[in-house]
């Protein structure tokens, strides 16, 4: 039997298990998605998506804008398009990273299918089986999960509630190089962290981007949620600060709508134009449509009004939230305090497991992310990502309150039969967009 | 100094060079971009571009329908979705693949970012570092493009104007497998080739499909153009005799429209889990805007009359090139005769070369795709890939007719000084959208 072809036996499920890649090892469904299915009805309150709420778009401006689109410009809005992104709009994008002091020139962004894509192609660009990935510690499940697709070893770094701890990064660029690994970039999201729900203190970025500096990494910044602060104006970027030591990452999927799937990249000239010729062979153009759509958006209405009416709609939602916590939560329950973005990260009492836990909790009608998800190394056990950016302030209130009854059950269970011994976890898992 | 510190110098251009992975030393830019943006010059008659001509459809229809989508269903519309894509769009795409003999159901299908993102996602589930993959000769750019992105050996297999030659793929195999090779799984384009305008015929369908299921050998079938036959009915489609042994890949751009990046994988269900996972880590899912616009005009619009159309159009500008080329080539010179689709392939008298004659052409104002273009291993400099979807007929002619006096001076300049030494070529290069 020749080199290729495999043993199939009739008792086998899948009859190609010997002929995938290597990376697809990396590549597992989530075992709790078949619990989110359950978690998407309607008596469930579901703190688990990351989906923004976008109930406030003006329909109509959007509507003309489109049908405007195909009327006046169907032909090149409907046809392939520059593999970089349209030059209109990577203007228009400019515009948008003004507000967090970015001064960039439209050929240094490249146009992609969100910025998961962005992440996708950096990687793709970068990273070899076995290169290091720094990530914070946790960090977002979707780049988790593209760097497991491309083999590389990922090295979670400690947070605090000021976001990263330099001292911690600088130990271990110096441990993983002592090691004599390669290390490709430092991952991380300087604003309203996915999942941890906290910020890099403006002193942090100065340390971060020094640290950074001296020993030569790359800082791949990805900020979906930079614009959607509750106080005071936007975070100055950390690409603000250095033009050639860091890739920046946005997105008009919080600050207008994830279904055109439209983000993008800057990047160093070199850098950007292989990702350019990376989405060439990706996709050949990210989508003309979307695209055009985004910018006769950006032209037609006052888009930044609408990220404001956002925000309070959602400082709203985050007030609810943590009073909920605040009033409902058992004592050694810990929680960050958001000043932007969707998400706020709980810690259990010591001894309780999330994962274990979460069964019980959609049983009683709500759901959460739990904390593995978000390590490559199987951490965060006691740990789950809450989200407040979809549901009502009332079912917010009702949410936490039976998740704070489930809590407590846990606890009267480990007082009478001792604490539980958490299974092992496959860390990282499929995220699925229910999860983004 | 340690591991990833790149040793920079000022000279370097690029400050990046030493970081990048292995995968991107098969990412280079075509030395022939910079004709092509000559080439878009109105004066230019350009037989180069692949892009379809899509100036006959219903713009009101189309206008309507995005219209529509945002204001009555713009929650779902701008949201994000499956990542395996919309579940009634999928239904639409089983009744589309009907009409070649496939009975598919929608969960067999995997909505991807065109087509193009069909073949990396695949080559990404399948294709280790050195697997090889058995293509067409000549064959399509962008398919080239992945199998080299993921550092892929590419093993051409002759064709004649049946389509591949069965006796050829069949001794590919062996050798490959003899030399302890894993083939991942064969390429290929029955209809309508693109670039080399030919289909595989019937009783050759059979044989292929023999040769590839004793071999236990996957196929990857693409089939951008199946529907734009100028004879009679649909061809079935490989998929239609095998549903475990094909993999298919389908498209809207050629059918529909380019712009909204829509195409489609099937694949046994085992893959398709796969294909699943690897697009949500790709994208976490293809664009919902673009899958409920299509799924839209597919019901508000005789879309297959339409299609329809497409074919007289098309027709018509085939005819226009066949009879130019007969009137006007030296002899000597040979070409297909695509009973479909957009492509003439075209192979010039001995000694001639299209790369080299290239920028003598574009001076003469008239554009094609070098053969080399569609080869992994520099064969194809004695050809060209000429286009007739876009421009019309009376352009045609007079492209086809510069064109012919370009190659009759260089048999002129070759019978004057000798034949002309082809210079080494790259082969495969980076394709961009315009070549698609």
New interface residues.
């Given amino acids: 039997m020749?080199?290729?072809?495999?043993d199939?036996r009739q008792t086998r499920?899948?009859?190609?298990?010997d002929?995938?890649?290597?990376?697809?090892k990396g590549?597992?469904?989530s075992e709790i998605r078949a619990l989110f299915s359950v978690a998407s009805r309607p008596e469930v309150v579901s703190l688990a998506g990351g989906?923004?709420n976008?109930?406030g778009?003006p329909?109509?401006v959007?509507?003309?804008a489109?049908?405007?689109?195909?009327?006046d410009h169907?032909?090149?809005?409907?046809?392939?398009?520059?593999?970089q992104g349209d030059p209109g709009l990577r203007d228009q994008i400019c515009d948008v990273m003004r507000l967090e002091g970015i001064e960039a020139h439209p050929d240094d962004i490249c146009v992609t299918?969100?910025s998961?894509?962005a992440v996708?192609l950096v990687t793709?660009?970068?990273?070899?089986p076995g290169?290091v990935v720094i990530v914070e510690a946790p960090s977002y499940v979707?780049a988790l999960?593209?760097f497991r697709?491309y083999q590389c070893e990922v090295v979670h770094v400690e947070m605090d509630d000021n976001g990263v701890v330099p001292e911690a990064l600088e130990q271990a660029i110096a441990t993983v190089?002592?090691a004599?690994?390669?290390?490709?970039f430092f991952y991380t999201i300087p604003n309203f962290h996915n999942p941890a729900g906290v910020s890099l203190s403006d002193e942090r970025r100065k340390r971060v981007l020094e640290i950074c500096q001296s020993?030569?990494?790359?800082i791949l910044e990805d900020n979906p949620y930079g614009l959607l602060g509750f106080d005071g104006e936007p975070q100055r970027a950390l690409r603000a600060e250095d033009r050639?030591g860091v890739i920046y990452l946005g997105s008009f999927?919080k600050t207008f709508?994830?279904?055109?799937?439209v983000g993008w990249v800057v990047a160093?000239h070199?850098?950007r134009?292989?990702l350019v010729?990376?989405q060439?062979?990706?996709?050949?153009?990210?989508?003309?449509?979307?695209q055009l759509?985004i910018s006769s958006y950006l032209t037609r209405h006052d888009w930044l009004g609408q990220v404001k009416q956002f925000r309070e709609m959602y400082r709203e939602r985050r007030d609810a939230m943590l009073a909920a916590l605040t009033e409902k939560m058992p004592a050694a329950t810990t929680w960050t305090k958001p000043g932007g973005g969707f998400y706020v990260w709980l810690t259990l009492p010591e001894g309780l497991d999330a994962k274990a836990m979460l069964p019980r909790a959609v049983t009683a009608r709500v759901a959460y992310v739990p904390g593995t998800a978000f390590f490559a190394d199987g951490f965060g056990s006691q740990c789950m990502r809450l989200s407040y950016c979809h549901p009502t302030p009332e079912r917010i209130t009702e949410g936490v309150s039976r998740l704070a009854a489930v809590i407590n059950e846990e606890l009267e269970l480990r007082h009478t039969f001792g604490p539980l011994r958490p299974g092992a976890s496959h860390g990282y898992e499929?995220?699925?967009?229910?999860l983004?």
């Fill in positions: 020749s080199a290729d072809v495999p199939v499920l899948d009859n190609y298990v002929r995938y890649a290597a990376r697809t590549m597992t469904a989906m923004p976008i109930a778009l329909l109509d959007v509507g003309s489109v049908r405007d689109l195909v009327i169907g032909a090149v809005a409907m046809q392939y398009g520059s593999g299918v969100g998961q894509q996708d793709r660009v970068f990273c070899d290169d979707g999960g593209v697709a190089r002592a004599g690994k390669k290390i490709k020993a030569n990494l790359l050639e999927s709508a994830p279904g055109f799937r160093p070199a850098v134009e292989k010729l990376a060439e062979s990706a996709t050949l153009c990210p989508p003309v449509f979307s759509a499929a995220p699925g967009p229910e983004s």
